[in-house]
């Protein structure tokens, strides 16, 4: 379940094949569609369901991916599903002119998501490229067992949603740790609302599920107490 989800334009794969390389050799599991999409599948559902099940995001920022129509989406659906954003600048222009690159995002909410977080500085040019996997490695293991939990809640709360089977609702222990999340969401990323409306459709669930099994067991108590005095009454007849 566990992985990080890398982005980045077609244009700068060695780059990222690179970045990859590192984070692996630090024991991570790495989404990226060059390895992570079987032969034969819908390979844009399947990035979907990448990002929705990811810790984190990574995304590349270069000329080529804030231009990509295929990054803009991976963003768009990275922000609705709450995921932590790490965006590493790898483009090959001095620090005065990073903003140039990020101007020519396509989508704006793209450019005010990214924009608005702090930049890993990856330029193979102008960084210490270990420096920066270091700071990758840091924004990654930041609270990384909240990270983990919300991956694993987003990814439960949309296949509810896809399937509409309230069979995939949480019970017992799962829906108390959720609501003990729910509770204290204070934690970053927070919880979307598709998680919130999950948990809470999941508590509407429990109650009506405990008031069946109580209705039920007050009619086996009353059948059983009916039955008893019956015997009771032919006993005392005999």
């Known amino acids: 379940m566990s992985h990080i989800f890398i982005s980045y334009s077609r244009k700068n794969k060695e780059f ?10 630090n024991n991570l599991d790495i989404w990226v569609d060059w390895k992570s999409i079987p032969k034969g599948e819908d390979w844009e559902l399947e990035i979907y369901r990448g990002i929705e099940s990811a810790s984190a ?3 590349l ?32 222009v001095e620090d005065e002119k990073i903003y140039s690159i990020t101007e020519k995002f396509l989508g704006k909410n793209q450019k005010k998501e990214i924009c608005r977080l702090d930049f890993i500085k990856c330029r193979d ?11 990758i490695l840091t924004a990654i293991h930041t609270n990384y067992e909240w990270l983990n939990y919300h991956a694993r809640l987003q990814v439960k709360a949309q296949e509810w949603k896809r399937t509409q089977d309230n069979s995939r609702l ?6 108390n740790e959720a609501e003990t999340q729910l509770a204290s969401d204070h934690q970053e990323p927070s ?29 086996a108590f009353a059948i059983s107490a009916f039955l008893g005095n019956t015997f009771a009454k032919k006993s005392v007849n005999e």
């Open 16 to 25: 990222a094949q690179h970045i990859v390389t590192a984070l692996l050799e």
């Open 170 to 175: 949480l019970r017992g222990k799962e829906l």
């Open 191 to 219: 919880l979307t609302d598709l998680q919130k409306q999950f948990v809470l459709k999941s508590q509407q669930s429990e109650v009506k599920r405990q008031r069946r099994n109580l209705a039920l067991a007050l009619v």
């Open 57 to 59: 995001f990574l995304f």
């Open 61 to 92: 920022i270069s000329e080529s991916s804030v231009s990509s129509k295929m990054c803009n989406k991976e963003i768009e659906h990275a922000v609705n599903n709450g995921k932590r954003i790490i965006p590493i600048f790898i483009a090959n």
């Open 125 to 135: 040019e102008w960084d210490d490229f270990d420096k920066a996997v270091e700071e």
